[in-house]
Structure formats: C-alpha cells, structure tokens
Nanobody, 121 residues
Framework: QVQLVESGGGLVQPGGSLRLSCAAS????????LGWYRQAPGKQRELVAG????????KYVDSVKGRFTISRDNAENTVSLLLNSLRPEDTAVYYC??????????????WGQGTQVTVSS
C-alpha cells in the first residue's frame, strides 16, 4: 500500500522560506518522476514543480519559477520542495505525488494528507 507523507509546512511571513519534505512507503520513488502539487481554498489542485528520475530535468509553473526548488534523494526515498520568497498567494495545502501531467506522464498514487503552508503577516 502506497503512503505519501508530507511535512514541513507552517505559518510564515511574506518573503520567508520553508522546506517541505515527502517520505514514501510502499513505493520506490527513485523509479518515478515526482512532483509537488498545491491546492488553495476554492481552487483546483495544481502541479507546481516536477523532477525527473535522474534529477536532470525540473519544471515549474510560472508563478513559482525562481522561488521554489524541487529536489530528490533517491537513497532516502524522499522528495523535497524549497520555498523561498513566499507570497500570500502561495498559501495552500501542498502534496507530493507521481505527476500524471506532461511531460512526466506518470501514474498518480493515492494522495497523502498534505502539509499546510500559510503565508501571512
């Protein structure tokens, strides 16, 4: 049974930083592209960052380019997302998963509980 467990969220002031982590069981993450999604209140879940199996390719949604960095540790079976220069509009619940969207075309797994990021002064 696949379980994805996100952590690292919290309340941060605008301009601040957070590092999110995702640990997995029941799946060997190094075999798949990985991504971070977020869902803000009243909005659809969106893929904000993706990373290839070898970490050789990353892709970000325009709104987070230059501020967020996705990375993976295949030995530890984890994927992380570093969030810098946070803005109030980054407030959302963040999730990790295997991205089904282009250019990754993976098979998404059951969602974890996510981790809440709140950006507010």
């Amino acid at each position: 049974q696949v379980q994805l467990v996100e952590s690292g969220g919290g309340l941060v002031q605008p301009g601040g930083s957070l590092r999110l982590s995702c640990a997995a069981s029941g799946i060997i993450l190094k075999n798949y592209p990985l991504g971070w999604y977020r869902q803000a209140p009243g909005k659809q879940r969106e893929l904000v960052a993706g990373i290839s199996i070898s970490s050789g390719r990353t892709k970000y949604v325009d709104s987070v380019k230059g501020r967020f960095t996705i990375s993976r540790d295949n030995a530890e079976n984890t994927v992380s997302l570093l969030l810098n220069s946070l803005r109030p509009e980054d407030t959302a619940v963040y999730y990790c998963n295997v991205p089904s969207e282009a250019p990754w075309y993976g098979i998404r797994r059951p969602w974890g509980q996510g981790t809440q990021v709140t950006v507010s002064s």
